[in-house]
């Protein structure tokens, strides 16, 4: 098994940038394909982006894709978030993910385990 915990959200005001990191312990981080996905209030869990064991293939949802920026650091065990060119509709908690079989599963239901989450909230 693999435990995450997510870090760095806040509030920001639109425009702004703010850099989630996701720590693992546990087995081999090396070992597990990992993503980032948001929730708002009374709205389904959604996918925002993911990367491949090594890092070199990442995913985005095309509501991120130019602002946000997926990346995994295997020797500090921890995966991040760059999100810049915040909008009041990113405002949502934020989940790291991970999947030992599955590369850039876009559905929650594929992922094995995850993170209790961190709050972004983006102010106009």
């Known amino acids: 098994q693999v435990q995450l915990v997510e870090s760095g959200g806040g509030l920001v005001q639109a425009g702004g940038s703010l850099r989630l990191s996701c720590a693992a312990s546990g087995r081999t981080f090396s070992s597990y394909a990992m993503a980032w996905f948001r929730q708002a209030p009374g709205q389904e869990r959604e996918f925002v982006a993911a990367i491949s064991w090594s890092g070199v293939h990442t995913y985005y949802a095309d509501s991120v894709k130019g602002r946000f920026t997926i990346s995994r650091d295997n020797a500090k065990n921890t995966v991040y978030l760059q999100m810049n060119s915040l909008k009041p509709e990113d405002t949502a908690v934020y989940y790291c993910?991970?999947?030992?079989?599955?590369?850039?599963?876009?559905?929650?239901?594929?992922?094995?385990?995850w993170g209790q989450g961190t709050q972004v909230t983006v102010s106009s």
């Open positions: 993910a991970a999947d030992e079989v599955r590369v850039g599963a876009r559905s929650a239901n594929e992922y094995d385990y």
